[in-house]
């Protein structure tokens, strides 16, 4: 299923369920507008990474669901950025650069709400699917340069990341009904550097795991 697809089934699932939610939930039901600040990195020994700024935006509804517990479903977009190290000759010779990279990806949760203070404080955990486009250099002037440990691998022969990364993710949201504030981590379970094994570059055995810190606040309606 395509990215459009898969995001179009996702806003109607979400339609969906806040219908039949506001029918079995009227007391406690609502659907919101995330935005937030993200930190992002890929926990790798393959290649040295230095973690990045971006921001996500999105949609999401928060819904009673069995005693002090809350069911979240969310759609959000994302842009994250990261750092690699690289230098215009091999084995650091030369320039040396902090290469950045731009990863655009949407994003599936269903997340369990525990509320410690209902409407106010609540821990927060459940799965999410990243889909991601590919890991773009930000400038075409360092797609040749040589990634820092390489004598050969290239800052653009890297960019074709794993589309699809299973994650999980846990934190903390406080505030009030209608706002609200939170910490949420995520680490991905897929191996994010999986793609690069299969391309005959110098190393064969790429693994790396991402690590997101997601800041946000929701306003909901």
């Not at 230098?87 to 030369?94: D, H, L, P, V, W």
């Not at 299969?198 to 997601?214: C, H, L, M, P, Y």
């Amino acid at each position: 299923m395509s990215l459009k697809k898969t995001l179009l089934v996702t806003l109607l699932a979400l339609f969906f369920q806040q219908a039949s939610a506001q029918r079995n939930f009227d007391h406690y039901n609502r659907i919101g507008i995330t935005v937030g600040a993200t930190l992002f990195d890929i926990n790798t020994s393959d290649l040295t990474t230095e973690q990045g700024q971006g921001f996500e935006g999105g949609f999401t509804t928060r819904g009673a669901f069995r005693g002090p517990f809350d069911l979240i479903y969310g759609l959000s977009f994302y842009s994250n950025n990261i750092g690699i190290k690289g230098s215009a000759g091999a084995n650091g010779a030369g320039d040396t650069q902090l290469i950045g990279y731009q990863i655009q990806a949407a994003q599936l949760g269903l997340l369990g709400s525990y509320n410690i203070v209902k409407h106010h404080l609540s821990l927060e955990f459940g799965p999410v699917l990243n889909i991601s486009g590919q890991m773009k250099l930000d400038s075409e002037r360092y797609k040749d340069y040589i990634l820092e440990g390489y004598s050969s691998l290239r800052a653009q022969d890297v960019q074709d990341i794993s589309p699809l990364n299973f994650r999980v993710a846990a934190g903390l949201t406080c505030g009030f009904e209608s706002f609200r504030v939170s910490a949420l981590y995520q680490y991905g379970i897929t191996n994010t550097l999986g793609r690069l094994n299969d391309k005959g570059f110098e190393k064969s055995s790429f693994k790396g795991n991402s690590a997101t810190i997601v800041f946000s606040g929701t306003l909901y309606f």
